[in-house]
């Protein structure tokens, strides 16, 4: 059985619900395990444990939270290691034009430089899901799909 992991940083709880939406949809298909953790419950070598790791922030100042950056930082301690395992992200809120895809790019960026291998969605938000504020229908189902089609990829790669 394939695992993907996905690890959160949540103040309002707009992200944390995003990464449950995502592990629904990624529990949906068969073959593929999938735990989820606030970033402050995990370890950044337990990520060498997955095929596939789905990161979420708030967008704070046009990039990541402070959290999720330090656990990236943590994770140059076994750089090539998660060369070929499967990567995503997805942020919340507060603003339409806050900074929300240059957070989730940077954390696509760090996930490429280890090596991983990201797709884009070419139907919904490419780059992965954006809350603002509260997720809505539309966020909700974004969320799902990240969590089946990362899910798919990790069985077809992995």
């Known amino acids: 059985?394939?695992?993907?992991?996905?690890?959160?940083?949540?103040?309002?709880?707009?992200?944390?619900?995003?990464?449950?939406?995502?592990?629904?949809?990624?529990?949906?298909?068969?073959?593929v395990h999938t735990d989820i953790f606030s970033v402050a419950d995990i370890d950044a070598k337990k990520m060498l444990e997955y095929d596939g790791i789905i990161l979420g922030s708030p967008t704070y100042y046009g990039s990541m939270a402070y959290e999720i950056k330090k656990l990236i930082d943590e994770s140059v301690a076994f750089h090539g290691k998660l060369d070929g395992k499967v990567g995503a992200a997805f942020t919340s809120a507060a603003n339409i034009g806050g900074g929300n895809e240059t957070t989730i790019l940077d954390m696509l960026n760090a996930m490429?430089?280890?090596?991983?291998?990201?797709?884009g969605n070419a139907k919904g938000d490419h780059y992965g899901p954006v809350s603002v504020g509260k997720p809505d229908e539309r966020v909700k189902k974004q969320c799902n799909e990240l969590g089946q089609r990362t899910a798919a990829l990790v069985l077809k790669i992995a």
């Open 112 to 119: 490429l430089i280890h090596g991983m291998v990201i797709q």
């Open 1 to 31: 059985m394939k695992k993907i992991v996905i690890i959160y940083y949540s103040r309002s709880g707009n992200t944390a619900e995003m990464a449950k939406l995502i592990a629904e949809g990624a529990r949906s298909v068969d073959g």
